[in-house]
Every structure is written in C-alpha cells, then in structure tokens.
C-alpha cells in the first residue's frame, strides 16, 4: 500500500496494475526507478540509459549488478546498511517484502531534497561489489539462456542416448537420471 502511494501520483509513471505492483518483477521495479530518476533527476548518471533499459538485462546475473550497485548507492546516501539482498529481490516467491522496501528506500531519498551527488561519485569510484550471495543459476536457467542465445542449436559433442531412469518420485520436484554414451568416430 506505501509503495503504491509513493509511485502512483508521479508523472510519467508507467501504466500499473494494483497486483503488478503489489508482487513487482525485476522489470516493474526498473520501469520504476527509471521513471522515478527522470521525474526527480536523483541519482542521474548512476546508470546509463541502456542500463535503464530491460533489453540490456538478459540474465539473473546482470540484474543482481544492477540492484547491487543501487544498493551501495542507497546505503552511502542514507548513511545506514540496508539488509536487502539482490537475488532476493529478484526471486522472490511470495515475499515482496525486500522488493518494497527498496523502491520505499529509493523513493523517500528522492523526495528528500538532499544532493545525490557525493553518493555518486562515492558509489562509481568503489568497485561494483559481487552479489552479497554467490548465485548459482539452476538447469532450467542455464538451458533457457543457452537456447535465447543460440548455444543449444549446435552440438556439444557427439553424444547418444542410451537410458533415462524413471523420475524418483511423483511430485514436483524430482529427478530422472540421462545416461549418455559417446559416439565412436567412423573412419573412413
């Protein structure tokens, strides 16, 4: 509801629904700050204009650089740490808590009044610091990056099938074991 009150009355705010905002995905959150940026000029050239972009994010990762960097931004700027982790943020299932926590952050420090300069040049001189946890993406992830980026049309090696075991139980969640044989080279 807070961050619904924050965001809503600025100008130029993209079109959001209320369960949008209620659960925001990594791309509501930068349409956000994006908007949020422009309106107030806090924290201008913090981030690029691709950077800005959700075309430039195109894995987990790079969106984890992005809130990583915002959030060494925030805490020089409000001079306190603020306990929120970026793969948090990014993944959340069923908890926006942190989400909305920062987007209240970002939004209360922009309607301050106070310069961002010096969190600025503060916040680009220090490197960008890794992800507070290391990310480790899952299959799915790998597979799906791999086949946007073309990777999965062309063979790896010459591999053949030669079994797959059952799934280890009826639920959700389980595993199937792939046996794989590699392909002797005819000569010729």
């Known amino acids: 509801e807070r961050t619904k009150e924050m965001y809503m009355n600025e100008p130029r705010m993209p079109a959001l ?3 949008k905002l209620r659960q925001p995905s990594f791309r509501i959150i930068l349409k956000l700050l994006s908007a949020l ?3 107030s000029g806090f924290a201008k050239g913090l981030f ?3 950077e800005l972009s959700y075309q430039f994010y195109d894995n987990i990762e ?6 990583e960097r915002l959030l060494q931004f925030l805490e020089h700027f409000t001079r306190k740490k603020l306990n929120l982790e970026p793969l948090s943020i990014i993944k959340s299932q069923g908890d926006y808590k942190e989400a909305h926590e920062l987007l209240q952050t970002f939004a209360t ?3 301050s009044n106070k310069s961002s300069n010096e969190s600025l040049k503060a916040t680009k001189k220090s490197p960008i610091i890794e992800s507070r946890k290391k990310y480790k993406p899952t299959v799915r992830e790998i597979l799906h990056n791999k086949a ?3 990777e999965m ?3 790896i090696m010459n591999l053949s099938l030669i079994h797959i075991s059952e799934p280890t139980r009826p639920l959700y969640i389980s ?4 046996c794989l044989k590699k392909k002797k080279k005819k000569n010729k």
């Open 175 to 178: 595993y199937a074991v792939f």
């Open 148 to 150: 946007f980026k073309g």
């Open 109 to 111: 420090c922009a309607r």
């Open 62 to 67: 790079q969106e984890a650089k992005f809130l």
């Open 37 to 39: 940026i422009s309106n």
């Open 48 to 50: 690029t204009d691709e």
């Open 17 to 19: 629904t209320e369960s």
């Open 153 to 155: 049309a062309r063979p």
